[in-house]
């Protein structure tokens, strides 16, 4: 599901959020936690985030081919009354001390997607340090594109930490 830099702000990110509750309530999985940030007066939501687990999208093994479960971050939505007063960031702080929780081996990451054309999105995650590992634009043939039925992807990563501070800031 993807939500729109400009179509998250007032009622539209609630009602976005009602509806993605409602899904995940239909299929749920072991390790899926839908985070929201709100504000403590008010209650009013500033944005909200999904962490889950899926297969890994390269490969982690030579042996066999491994593609393990690892910690996906995903929609990841900021209200626009809340941008550039570091809500999303906090959340994606919150999402790597979550992950870091549920991997236990060396050198586990968490992984994201995001249109190539979200621009926002993209500028967003490489100032928080992600790395890109996969750009559909460049994998995949035109043919290969097409045939998505979705805009082209471009795939992040980021190592999680091993020491997991228990406190947040």
Known sequence: MEYPANETSGNK????????????????????VLIVASTIDTNQIAGFMEL????APIFTSTENNIRPERPYLANLAVDKDFRR?????????????????????????????????NT???QFYDKLEFSRIIDETEKLSKDAQRKLKRKPRLYFEKKLPLEVDPYLE
């Open 13 to 32: 990110i609630e009602k976005q959020l009602e509806k993605r509750m409602k899904e995940l309530v239909q299929s749920p999985r072991f390790h899926h």
């Open 52 to 55: 889950g687990t899926m297969p």
């Open 85 to 117: 007063q570091k809500t999303g960031s906090k959340l994606v702080k919150l999402a790597m001390k979550i992950s870091a929780k549920w991997c236990f081996e060396e050198n586990a990451a968490m992984y994201l997607a995001v249109e190539k054309e």
């Open 120 to 122: 926002a999105a993209v």
